[in-house]
């Protein structure tokens, strides 16, 4: 499963955190991961498929992200309202391969709050590169899910370092 063992408190305190974004009139927007069939995928992701997926040949990739899959969706409690965006990610950061980082300096952002499934791999790696990118992103950690327990602990303390971390 892509969310973690707590889903539901999860899905609660990513709701908070959306409903106060709103309410202060900040603007929201939604990414997604999704992927390629394996015969489309290029070296890096394959590479990369096939060790999130433990295996040892290419041909034994699956694919993990179909676009039109239920586990790929927006879950319907969390829902864009209005004219929120969604976008579409391959790789781990919201901010390659996406117009997202055109859309936030169109719309003056220079303070980002992320929140979502996963930490060590696509909030993490979103939160590094919008701090390359010159924004000020916010991990906010009870809103965060994780799948690794150990690989969430050694990306929070890394972004905790850096000052992108926030309980």
């Given at each position: 499963a892509a969310l973690p063992i707590y889903r539901?408190?999860?899905?609660?305190?990513?709701?908070?955190?959306l409903g106060a974004a709103r309410t202060a009139g900040a603007p929201?927007?939604?990414?997604?991961?999704?992927?390629?069939?394996?015969?489309?995928?290029?070296?890096?992701?394959?590479?990369?498929?096939?060790?999130?997926?433990?295996?040892?040949?290419p041909e034994e990739i699956r694919q993990?992200?179909?676009?039109?899959?239920?586990?790929?969706?927006?879950?319907?409690?969390?829902?864009?309202?209005?004219?929120?965006?969604v976008f579409d990610k391959l790789g781990r950061s919201a901010l390659i391969g996406t117009p997202v980082e055109s859309v936030l300096h169109d719309w003056g952002i220079t303070t980002v709050a992320?929140?979502?499934?996963?930490?060590?791999?696509?909030?993490?790696?979103?939160?590094?590169?919008?701090?390359?990118?010159g924004f000020l992103p916010l991990v906010v950690r009870d809103a965060c899910g994780m799948r690794d327990a150990c690989a969430a602990r050694c990306a929070e303390s890394?972004?905790?370092?850096?000052?992108?971390c926030y309980r």
């Open positions: 539901d408190g999860l899905i609660g305190r990513i709701r908070s955190v929201v927007l939604y990414v997604r991961h999704t992927s390629v069939p394996p015969e489309r995928m290029g070296v890096a992701a394959l590479r990369t498929a096939m060790a999130r997926q433990k295996v040892a040949r993990e992200f179909p676009p039109e899959a239920a586990h790929t969706q927006i879950v319907p409690e969390l829902a864009p309202v209005a004219d929120e965006p992320l929140v979502g499934a996963v930490l060590e791999t696509g909030i993490e790696a979103t939160a590094r590169h919008a701090a390359d990118a890394g972004l905790e370092y850096t000052g992108m």
